[in-house]
């Protein structure tokens, strides 16, 4: 028997009980058997393997009468599901372990069972099966443990950072000198001189050389353009695959955007703690304009709902190298070159509504501005 875990399982109707749109799972074999499956879904375990899966091991044996079946003691978390399974060649009586919930089937050749609980307090599990042998038999067992999802933290910027003066066809840069934490959400701002969108795509990587990639997808949120100057917002969530908060100059995650054309511009880009792991949920509502003015000029992107606890970002950027002052009440990192200026902002809403946060810029002559606002959920 083999035992098969996935986590932060997507893509299928949620609670669904029509007979076309029940979630299947399979196993593809590389030739033809006779066996069966059992299958069981928890809530409330960690969403990334790393986290949630924790101590597992397995044993067999045999037995021609009463037998204990016992994969042995592991060590568990206080909240952990426990989860055990077993499996014969007898057709005989089969006792789950005591205290755990228990599902036992059987065909005309093989019977066994899969068994849970939540253990209440760190410690050791041991869960022992019962199998009622009357002649020489085998058996398998399995447990393993997985850890509870940790407590919802409030959505809070963690790392922030940007560079303007690039130019080529990469725009990058890395969390110089702090890496953010595994599972947060990172928003990056890539702004440049053109009016069409060069970015291929945007990759995250390792500072080390030959940047090793991490693998992290980032989706565009919002494209604006005017006046010869665009700026595009992408945003991963859940990050992985790099180290937790390194302070090393060869392992810092560096994010960057591969063009299809040779441009000169710059980025910004923050991580954000305690935001919706998957990306349908952790995005809220976004928005971008643009617009110009010669005098002090407000720029805004729109008005856009958001949740209580949910974060708000927002981003300019100008062709004009004057005075620019962030939203009130908004946590800003406002950077510039020799050729333009621009700015990213955040704030945690203490409560639901609308927010339309106000960049004020003071032109002293004919100039552009871009602006967007975007949410983002918490867990």
């Not at 299928?12 to 299947?24: E, H, N, Q, R, V």
């Not at 059987?106 to 849970?116: E, I, M, Q, Y």
């Not at 928005?287 to 992107?301: E, L, P, V």
Request: with cysteine; glycine share 12%; aromatic share 8%.
């Amino acid at each position: 028997m083999a035992t098969y875990v996935a986590f932060n399982v997507q893509n299928f109707p949620d609670s669904s009980t029509a007979g076309d749109s029940i979630l299947a799972v399979r196993a593809d074999l590389s030739d033809s058997v006779a066996g069966g499956l059992s299958i069981t879904a928890f809530t409330g375990v960690a969403s990334v393997s790393v986290q949630a899966l924790g101590a597992h091991q397995s044993a067999s044996g045999t037995g021609s009468s009463t037998t204990i079946a016992d994969a042995g003691s592991i060590s568990v978390n206080a909240g952990s599901h426990v989860y055990t399974t077993t499996l014969s060649n007898a057709l005989v009586g089969l006792g789950p372990p005591a205290g755990y919930t228990s599902f036992v089937q059987s065909d005309n050749t093989l019977k066994g069972g899969s068994a849970f609980t939540i253990q209440e307090n760190s410690g050791a599990a041991d869960p022992q099966w019962t199998g009622f042998f009357d002649a020489p038999s085998t058996w398998l067992a399995t447990v393993l443990a997985l850890n509870p999802a940790r407590p919802p933290q409030p959505v809070a910027l963690d790392q922030i950072n940007g560079t303007f003066g690039e130019d080529g066809r990469v725009l990058v840069k890395g969390f110089n000198s702090t890496n953010p934490h595994l599972g947060d959400a990172i928003v990056a701002t890539f702004y440049w001189f053109g009016s069409t969108n060069i970015i291929d795509s945007v990759t995250d990587h390792i500072s080390a050389v030959g940047l090793p990639p991490v693998g992290n997808t980032y989706k565009l949120v919002e494209y604006t353009t005017a006046g010869g100057i665009s700026m595009a917002t992408y945003v991963a969530t859940n990050v992985q695959n790099f180290p937790d908060g390194y302070t090393g100059g060869d392992s810092i995650l560096v994010v960057r955007a591969n063009l299809s054309d040779s441009v000169h511009g710059g980025l910004a880009m923050a991580a954000c703690r305690g935001v919706a792991p998957t990306f349908v949920h952790a995005l809220g509502s976004h928005r971008s304009a643009s617009g110009s003015g010669s005098d002090t000029t407000i720029a805004q992107a729109g008005p856009i709902a958001i949740g209580e606890g949910a974060l708000g970002y927002t981003t300019t950027l100008s062709d004009a190298l004057v005075g620019l002052d962030p939203p009130p009440g908004f946590v800003s990192f406002v950077q510039g070159d020799a050729i333009f200026k621009g700015g990213i902002a955040f704030a945690v809403q203490g409560s639901s509504g609308t927010i339309d946060p106000p960049w004020t810029w003071y032109f002293n002559s004919p100039s552009t501005w871009l602006a967007s606002v975007l949410a983002l959920n918490g867990r």
